[in-house]
């Protein structure tokens, strides 16, 4: 019998470099991997303390298995000095469901562009997040509308009907012969 994959902080925090890499990889392809809440509230606060190993492993996963805490701390990573780093927020934003990208998250990826605007794959990103809330925001304001109520179409009265067309009158043949 197989065991579901889980993640120990503890193996997580103690192994660097190609020895995280070795452990985290089977673990994060797997998407029936486990992370407690606490592995993960542990990681989403020591964020900046993580070399570049674990800021890839822990973003990957909090985005995945909590997006609820680490959805506003991805815009930070995009610009990183290191490429590892800034495209596992990227790939992560770009994966997010959609109910976590929120007005103040397009604001926060807005920031990261303003003051890095020669990273073009912040502008990338910003661009299909902002395209992705506006299209939410027209369908919670649809959805709003119906669900207040939204006038049904009227029912016609027995004067309104269409009267079907007369085969006597139209000269037709009924007799089937």
Not at 91 to 102: A, F, G, H, I
């Amino acid at each position: 019998m197989r065991t579901t994959p889980t993640v120990e902080y503890d193996e997580f925090i103690a192994l660097g470099g190609l020895d995280l890499c070795h452990y985290m990889e089977p673990l994060v392809n797997d998407p029936a991997t486990k992370v407690s809440k606490d592995a993960l509230q542990r990681m989403r606060s020591e964020l900046p303390t993580y070399d570049e190993y674990h800021l890839v492993y822990a973003l990957t996963l909090g985005a995945k298995h909590s997006p609820e805490t680490f959805a506003m701390q991805l815009p930070l990573y995009l610009a990183h000095e290191q490429g590892s780093v800034w495209s596992t927020a990227l790939r992560s934003l770009d994966q997010l469901p959609d109910e976590y990208v929120t007005e103040a998250l397009v604001d926060s990826v807005r920031s990261v562009h303003s003051s890095n605007p020669a990273k073009a794959w912040v502008t990338e990103i910003l661009d299909r997040l902002d395209n992705l809330f506006e299209q939410n925001r027209v369908i919670a304001k649809g959805l709003t509308l119906v669900h207040e109520g939204a006038p049904e179409a009227p029912m016609f009265s027995q004067q309104q009907r269409i009267p079907k067309p007369n085969p006597q009158m139209t000269g037709q043949n009924t007799s089937g012969y």
